[in-house]
């Protein structure tokens, strides 16, 4: 049986991955990307502790934050669509049309 | 004998998720997004979470990864232009210890809450224990409200991506 421990450390390494392509990268597509792989980090630690305390709450949980990601992706996408069409670029640094 | 399962399928995860972050083009980023997601529904199937792990599959491999497939083939991003230097952003030094401070807290706040509780002798589940039955019983009573209210936020993401992607910004 696997402990709890690997399971967290798990979670932990690929949330501070997530972090780190987020805080990185400047691409805003691979900065959507990071934010799905702290997501799924999330859902980890919510399924082992379901597993490892004998509920099904984090199971349900885990469900929603699917739900929350599904969402965030298509809107997320769609401004992404929006601004490339204003500006041709996936720079997130070159997005600054709300400082003027 | 589960170890012998756990620790390839955690490697897997972890080399494919770096692979998201270094990764010059975003089609390879994707790619390795997929090959994680897979591996995360190896882990949960080993934690008995049979019905997470195929949604993990349909929603987050198959639909979501196509939509940002799609996404980064409609606007064709090569991967060779400006956008992709991260290198040479000059923050980069700073964030990056940043994140590792983090990793480093988040790893001592771990190792804390294991020494304070007794999870590490978990009791034998039953066997339906993770089943579409077992979760779907609890989602249709206990959890009917934030069920309903997820349909609702699902559809408020559709009205928004549709309204976003057709108007153009100023």
Same mark, same amino acid.
């Given at each position: 049986?696997?402990?709890?421990?690997?399971?967290?450390?798990?979670?932990?390494?690929?949330? @501070?991955?997530?972090?780190?392509?987020?805080? =990185?990268?400047?691409?805003?597509?691979? %900065?959507?990307?990071? #934010?799905? /792989?702290? +997501?799924?980090?999330?859902?980890?630690?919510?399924?082992?502790?379901?597993?490892?305390?004998?509920?099904?709450?984090?199971? @349900?949980?885990?469900?929603?934050?699917?739900? =929350?990601?599904?969402?965030?992706?298509? %809107?997320?996408?769609? #401004?992404? /669509?929006? +601004?490339?069409?204003?500006?041709?670029?996936?720079?997130?640094?070159?997005?600054?049309?709300?400082?003027? | 004998?589960?170890?012998?399962?756990?620790?390839?399928?955690?490697?897997?995860?972890v080399?494919?998720?770096?692979?998201?972050?270094?990764?010059?083009?975003?089609?390879?980023?994707?790619?390795?997004?997929?090959?994680?997601?897979?591996?995360?529904?190896?882990?949960?199937?080993?934690?008995?979470?049979?019905?997470?792990?195929?949604?993990?599959?349909?929603?987050?491999?198959?639909?979501?990864m196509?939509?940002?497939?799609?996404?980064?083939?409609?606007?064709?991003?090569?991967?060779?232009?400006?956008?992709?230097?991260?290198?040479?952003?000059?923050?980069?030094?700073?964030?990056?210890?940043?994140?590792?401070?983090?990793?480093?807290?988040?790893?001592?706040?771990?190792?804390?809450?294991?020494?304070?509780?007794?999870?590490?002798?978990?009791?034998?589940?039953?066997?339906?224990?993770?089943?579409?039955?077992?979760?779907?019983?609890?989602?249709?009573?206990?959890?009917?409200?934030?069920?309903?209210?997820?349909?609702?936020l699902?559809?408020?993401?559709?009205?928004?991506?549709?309204?976003?992607?057709?108007?153009?910004?100023?």
């Amino acid at each position: 049986m696997v402990p709890l421990t690997h399971y967290l450390f798990l979670s932990a390494t690929l949330f @501070v991955i997530g972090v780190a392509g987020v805080l =990185v990268r400047r691409n805003v597509i691979v %900065v959507f990307m990071s #934010i799905e /792989i702290m +997501l799924n980090a999330v859902n980890i630690s919510l399924i082992a502790f379901d597993r490892y305390m004998n509920l099904h709450d984090g199971q @349900v949980f885990s469900f929603m934050v699917m739900c =929350v990601a599904a969402a965030e992706v298509s %809107v997320g996408l769609a #401004i992404i /669509i929006s +601004l490339f069409r204003n500006k041709p670029t996936t720079n997130l640094d070159e997005f600054n049309i709300m400082k003027s | 004998m589960e170890l012998l399962i756990f620790y390839p399928l955690a490697g897997l995860c972890v080399l494919f998720a770096l692979g998201v972050v270094v990764s010059n083009s975003p089609i390879n980023s994707a790619i390795s997004l997929i090959g994680m997601m897979l591996g995360l529904a190896g882990v949960f199937v080993l934690l008995q979470a049979h019905f997470i792990a195929i949604l993990q599959i349909i929603i987050y491999a198959g639909a979501i990864m196509v939509l940002f497939m799609f996404v980064i083939m409609l606007l064709n991003l090569k991967g060779k232009g400006e956008d992709d230097k991260w290198r040479s952003r000059d923050k980069n030094l700073l964030l990056t210890v940043l994140s590792g401070l983090l990793a480093t807290g988040v790893l001592y706040k771990i190792i804390d809450i294991i020494n304070a509780g007794d999870f590490n002798s978990p009791a034998l589940p039953p066997e339906t224990f993770g089943t579409v039955r077992e979760v779907g019983t609890i989602l249709f009573t206990e959890f009917v409200l934030p069920f309903e209210v997820a349909s609702i936020l699902l559809l408020v993401a559709m009205i928004g991506a549709v309204v976003l992607a057709k108007s153009k910004v100023d």
